[in-house]
């Protein structure tokens, strides 16, 4: 049955309705970041840029670099973001916009987010590269949809059990990232990491202005956490969502963390644009020469 037009939005132009854009707009390489601006620091690298569209704060660039074609789109912050992008990605290779029927031939993408984060535990360098081999999400987008299962309830209930998590919100949920991309990006350079996932930069994530977080030592529960070695490493907004949208949709995605922070030590980078900027072209160099 075709897609109503209240769930397939589609603007006049016939272009996708939060993104702007047209089917032929974006590469099958997809790397998402979460500041606007970030789109043309990445696109900057290309040899050529074809595509620049925007709306709201989802600025796109499609371009090519040594005879790849890649698209760089800004997500904004948080996970509630990331499944309006994901979605309208994932829409625009694989349903029909003329007909409103889901394509036969499915496009798998390779989704790659670069993105910043403040680590949790003592031993990670500021300016190094994480890459987030296991997610934990506390936002609870996965269990919106069917199939919103996983295959590590044995880790999550070892965490629920360890930080004795609130009934009251929503419970936690462990993916892994592509083995395709995990081989691609696994080196010396990177750290293997496990990121969570909130829904908040403050409260969530165990920061107190004027309101005092609940439980007020969520930090210290989380860097106390272990099970079986596995340590949760770092803290961001994003990957969560992406893991959980690429798991049901059938897309490779994994994400690079840029340790712009160490919320165990108190630091925090010298000069984070340089740090960001190197992972950036670290990135496009392993997407570019497989």
Not at 25 to 49: K, L, M, Q, W, Y
Not at 79 to 90: A, S
Not at 212 to 228: G, K, T, V, W
Request: charged content about 20%; aromatic content about 8%.
């Amino acid at each position: 049955m075709p897609l109503g037009h209240s769930e397939l939005i589609l603007n006049a132009d016939g272009s996708i309705y939060h993104l702007n854009l047209l089917p032929e707009d974006i590469a099958h390489t997809i790397i998402t970041v979460g500041d606007p601006e970030r789109v043309t620091e990445v696109s900057n690298c290309f040899d050529t840029v074809e595509i620049k569209k925007g709306k709201r704060e989802f600025l796109t660039h499609t371009g090519h670099l040594n005879g790849k074609r890649l698209t760089v789109i800004s997500t904004g912050i948080g996970t509630d973001n990331i499944d309006i992008v994901l979605n309208e990605l994932d829409a625009l290779a694989n349903i029909d916009f003329q007909t409103r029927l889901t394509k036969e031939n499915r496009i798998r993408f390779k989704i790659v987010r670069i993105g910043t984060s403040g680590a949790i535990q003592p031993d990670i360098p500021i300016d190094s590269f994480l890459m987030s081999e296991f997610v934990i999400g506390f936002d609870g987008l996965l269990y919106f949809y069917k199939n919103g299962q996983t295959h590590f309830r044995y880790l999550e209930n070892a965490f629920i059990q360890q930080t004795d998590w609130n009934n009251h919100k929503a419970r936690p949920y462990i993916l892994k990232c592509s083995s395709e991309l995990g081989v691609m990006f696994n080196e010396n350079r990177i750290r293997l990491g496990f990121t969570a996932t909130n829904t908040g930069f403050y409260g969530p994530q165990g920061r107190s202005l004027r309101i005092e977080p609940s439980p007020n030592d969520f930090m210290q529960r989380l860097m106390a956490f272990e099970y079986e070695n596995l340590k949760i490493t770092n803290l961001e907004m994003e990957t969560s969502g992406i893991y959980a949208m690429a798991h049901l949709l059938g897309h490779d995605a994994i994400s690079l963390n840029c340790i712009l922070a160490n919320r165990a030590t108190g630091k925090f980078s010298n000069n984070p644009s340089e740090a960001i900027h190197k992972l950036i072209e670290y990135t496009l160099n392993k997407l570019t020469s497989h």
